[in-house]
């Protein structure tokens, strides 16, 4: 299984807003509503962002927000703050019962 | 609130077996809709999954790591592990041990231990 397809980089000013695409095939992310993301910051364990393409778990904040159409998974991040600026990982289920990450997006806040 | 804590060498000499053991707090990993899951991240790279296994002891694996790759459960000691054989340095990276969810909870991981740097060197 190839990993998802990430845009290396994204960058924006303090409150603009980006997206983050993450594309797959209709063996992943275009099969299943089982898209999830994860911010990474340098030495640290990734956290769980959103879950089930839409869904944000308690505690992340509502500037955070996701789509999906077709094989392509897009993340919003709202209101750019400069704590924002980590790496971004899509993952999805796929048809052979694994699961498949992207190949990440550095977040740049100008 | 469940914590994970992996451990094991951090020194493997190629062509050896990588051993590690995941020791889960708060949380029982006999405990159905969960995956006890292993992901790898080498310097400067991506997040790779490696593998997980349910509750019931049933395991799913990467196709590229299918062949070398064993995951597996003490719940006696509330520990999974994983053993990665024939290691050459390729497979140097920072393991992850997480808990995973089933389709009951989307296949999210919502939890992560901190990981640990495994080398691969003679």
């Known amino acids: ?110 | 609130q469940v914590q994970l804590q992996e451990s094991g060498p951090g020194l493997v000499r190629p062509s050896q077996t990588l051993s590690l053991t995941c020791t889960v707090f708060g949380g029982s990993i006999s405990s159905d809709y969960h995956f006890w899951t292993w992901i790898r991240q080498p310097a400067g790279k991506g997040l790779e999954w490696i593998g997980r296994m349910y509750t019931s002891g049933s395991t799913n694996y990467s196709p590229s790591l299918k062949s070398r790759v064993t995951i597996s459960a003490d719940t006696s000691k509330n520990q999974f592990s994983l053993n990665l054989n024939s290691v050459t340095a390729a497979d140097t990276a920072v393991y992850y041990c997480a808990r995973g969810g089933d389709f009951a909870e989307g296949y999210r991981i919502d939890h992560w231990g901190q990981g640990t740097l495994v080398t691969v060197s003679s």
């Not at chain 1, 869904?55 to 955070?64: A, H, K, Q, T, Y």
């Not at chain 1, 392509?72 to 991040?77: D, G, N, Q, R, V």
């Not at chain 1, 993952?91 to 019962?97: A, E, I, P, W």
């Open chain 1, 1 to 110: 299984q190839s990993a998802l397809t990430q845009p290396a980089s994204v960058s924006g000013s303090p409150g603009q807003s980006i997206t983050i695409s993450c594309t797959g095939t209709s063996s992943d992310v275009g099969g299943y509503n089982y898209v999830s993301w994860y911010q990474q910051h340098p030495g640290k364990a990734p956290k769980l962002m959103i879950y089930e393409v839409t869904n944000r778990p308690s505690g992340v904040s509502d500037r955070f927000s996701a789509s999906k159409s077709g094989d392509t998974a897009s993340l919003t991040i709202s209101g750019l703050q400069t704590e924002d600026e980590a790496d971004y990982y899509c993952s999805s289920y796929t048809r052979g019962g694994t699961i498949v990450f992207g190949s990440g997006t550095k977040v740049i806040v100008l």
